[in-house]
């Protein structure tokens, strides 16, 4: 049984088949669904699918993307919705500076803001960090996230990188571009990081993985996720099933 620990279920590329994508997902055998808020509406309906399906959890956060918005109002909102009883973690929240949609003092601010929030209702963090490797392990060790930990979403740092990670109490989780052909350095990752600390996800509808890559993403895919890493590591998938759920139930307080 599969937990597909980041998704986006909420996302207008599955309106017209919402039902059917989460109904096969189930039929492949993902068991546990972690439905991703990234900014004060997506948290919303975040709440609403965790609502309507009890093998849905979910998270509230600002990305960086969306930083830029975040005024009072939201915070506050977001604070609200964090104690909704399948709300389990923070984020996704980080550093993205290969996009920069929001300008970079911004992103920091709004980044401390989620660390503190994420502490004070104690929840761990969803990071997501693009090309912004140091300054999001400068943030996390100043603003001491490892009080909480958590999780680096859909890992593209080096193996080096994730050994720091994994010593600041975070796991580390591998999605779709593992199976990429020219990964050698998530490969090495994935050979490298003990599965004590790997956690999948889809990040769908972004990411597919192949045989699927360029295509829409959907949960029933992370499979394809956990048999690149059974292959690496040699072990099987069921093994990487068991484990990697384990670890995501055990980071995000399920039961
Ligand atoms: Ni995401």
Redesign the pocket.
């Known amino acids: 049984m599969y937990f597909d620990t ?1 998704a ?1 279920l909420d996302d207008k590329k599955f309106a017209e088949d919402r039902e059917l994508v989460i109904e096969r997902a189930r039929a492949s055998g993902v068991e546990l669904i972690l439905n ?1 808020g ?1 900014n004060v509406q997506h948290a919303r309906n975040t709440v609403e699918l965790t609502k309507s399906y009890e093998f849905i959890y979910g998270s509230v956060g600002v ?1 960086p993307h969306d930083a830029k918005e975040l005024n009072d109002a939201g915070l506050q909102e977001l604070h609200r919705m964090a104690k909704e009883p399948k709300i389990v973690a923070i984020g ?1 929240v980080g550093l993205d500076y290969y996009w920069n949609n929001s300008p970079v003092d911004v992103q920091k601010k709004v980044f401390r803001e989620m660390i503190a929030f994420a502490k004070e209702v104690r929840k761990p963090i969803i990071i ?1 960090d693009r090309d912004a490797h140091q300054d999001v392990f400068d943030i996390l060790k100043a603003e001491g996230a490892q009080e909480v930990g958590g999780v680096f ?2 890992y593209s740092g080096s193996w080096p990188l994730a050994r720091e990670a994994i010593k600041m109490g975070f796991y580390i989780s591998l999605a779709g571009p593992l199976t990429f052909n020219n990964a050698s350095k998530l490969h090495e990752v994935a050979q490298m990081v003990s599965l004590d600390y790997l956690l999948i996800e889809t ?1 769908c509808p ?1 990411l597919a993985p192949m045989p699927f890559r360029g295509k829409r993403n959907e949960p029933s895919y992370v499979i394809k996720v956990a048999e690149k890493l059974a292959e690496i590591k040699g072990i099987s998938v069921e093994e990487v099933a068991r484990k990697t759920t384990e670890n995501g139930k055990k980071l995000f307080n399920i039961r």
Request: glycine share 0%; charged share 20%.
């Open positions: 980041h986006h991703v990234y990305h996704e997501h979403h859909c990040d972004y």
